[in-house]
């Protein structure tokens, strides 16, 4: 064949190279569950941050680190292991408004020595409130979970009175030790706040001041296990700013429920 008539294949056109672009983004979506893109996916509503870039410009660094500590609350709650948070390394945010946001982030090698990277998804229900559910928080390299649909569980009951209060047998009053011990009811103390302001810094909310709090479990639970660790249960919170000198301390009621894996926080400021 002459060199003028060999055949050759055309340039692929913009059109092609965004329907496969397109392709090869939903297979990799579907394949990591959504960690592993590295590059914004604007037809999916898909934003790249890295987080450990020396000048981040990921949205929200105090909300989201928030969400990473949700994430391995949430681990230590379903696998009895804790771990700490050490820094952000990656995340990717789907949507503009309430958003999902799939978090990479690094441990604390003082609580785990083999300093893993763990994957963490959480998705916004609501703007303006917490409203969330936390559906994966695993090491990476954890197999990929199946699917499964989130049923809602109700909304928050009003703040509990003396008269309920007295009912020894559904409420449990945490004892102050356990109290200034009990990390998570801070991290939902500031995650209520943080969703109803989301540009509080971690400063502002190091004023904040456990005064007490009130465990409704809204499952049976066993006798023998704390009710402290109920996994669903109404978190009556009572707190203040320590710089501000108010009459009356100021409240917060979460509700937490773990079902097949998820675990879902809905709270709000009591006024």
Same mark, same amino acid.
Not at 215 to 221: A, D, F, H, L, R
């Given at each position: 064949?002459k060199?003028?008539?060999?055949?050759?294949?055309?340039?692929?056109?913009?059109?092609?190279?965004?329907f496969?672009?397109?392709?090869?983004?939903?297979?990799?979506?579907?394949?990591?569950d959504g960690?592993?893109i590295?590059?914004? !996916?604007?037809?999916?509503?898909?934003h790249?941050?890295?987080?450990?870039?020396?000048?981040?410009?990921?949205?929200?660094?105090?909300?989201?680190?928030l969400?990473?500590?949700l994430?391995?609350?949430?681990?230590?709650?379903l696998?009895?292991t $804790?771990?700490?948070l050490?820094?952000?390394?990656? !995340?990717?945010?789907?949507?503009?408004?309430?958003?999902?946001?799939?978090?990479?982030?690094a441990t604390?090698?003082?609580?785990?020595?083999?300093?893993q990277?763990?994957? !963490?998804?959480?998705d916004e229900?609501?703007?303006?409130?917490?409203?969330?559910?936390?559906?994966?928080?695993?090491?990476?390299?954890?197999p990929n979970?199946?699917?499964k649909?989130?049923?809602?569980?109700?909304?928050l009951?009003?703040?509990?009175?003396?008269?309920?209060?007295?009912?020894?047998?559904?409420?449990?009053?945490?004892k102050?030790?356990?109290?200034?011990?009990?990390?998570?009811?801070?991290?939902?103390?500031?995650?209520?706040?943080?969703s109803?302001?989301?540009r509080?810094?971690?400063?502002?909310?190091s004023?904040?001041e456990?005064?007490?709090?009130v465990?409704?479990?809204?499952?049976?639970?066993v006798?023998?296990l704390?009710?402290?660790?109920?996994?669903?249960?109404?978190?009556?919170?009572?707190?203040?700013?320590s710089?501000?000198?108010?009459?009356?301390?100021?409240?917060?009621?979460?509700r937490?429920?773990i079902?097949e894996?998820?675990?879902?926080? $809905?709270?709000?400021?009591?006024?």
């Open positions: 064949m060199e003028e008539e060999k055949i050759t294949c055309p340039l692929e056109t913009e059109d092609a190279k965004y496969r672009v397109l392709w090869e983004n939903s297979l990799q979506t579907k394949d990591s960690f592993d590295e590059d914004d !996916v604007p037809c999916f509503g898909m790249y941050y890295d987080c450990e870039d020396p000048y981040p410009t990921y949205p929200f660094p105090n909300l989201l680190k969400y990473a500590m994430g391995l609350h949430r681990y230590h709650m696998e009895g $804790r771990f700490d050490h820094r952000l390394k990656k !995340v990717n945010q789907e949507g503009c408004a309430a958003s999902s946001y799939y978090i990479k982030l604390n090698p003082n609580t785990d020595p083999q300093k990277t763990f994957q !963490v998804r959480v229900e609501r703007l303006g409130k917490l409203d969330l559910i936390c559906s994966i928080a695993r090491p990476q390299g954890t979970e199946p699917f649909p989130y049923i809602s569980r109700g909304g009951p009003d703040w509990l009175t003396d008269i309920a209060l007295n009912d020894r047998n559904r409420f449990y009053m945490v102050r030790q356990e109290l200034l011990g009990t990390d998570w009811i801070y991290l939902y103390l500031q995650l209520v706040l943080c109803h302001d989301r509080l810094s971690l400063d502002d909310m004023y904040l456990l005064v007490e709090a465990i409704e479990p809204i499952e049976q639970v006798p023998e704390p009710r402290l660790n109920a996994k669903s249960a109404i978190v009556y919170i009572t707190y203040k700013d710089r501000i000198d108010e009459p009356a301390d100021r409240k917060a009621i979460v937490r429920v079902d894996g998820y675990l879902s926080l $809905r709270g709000e400021l009591w006024t």
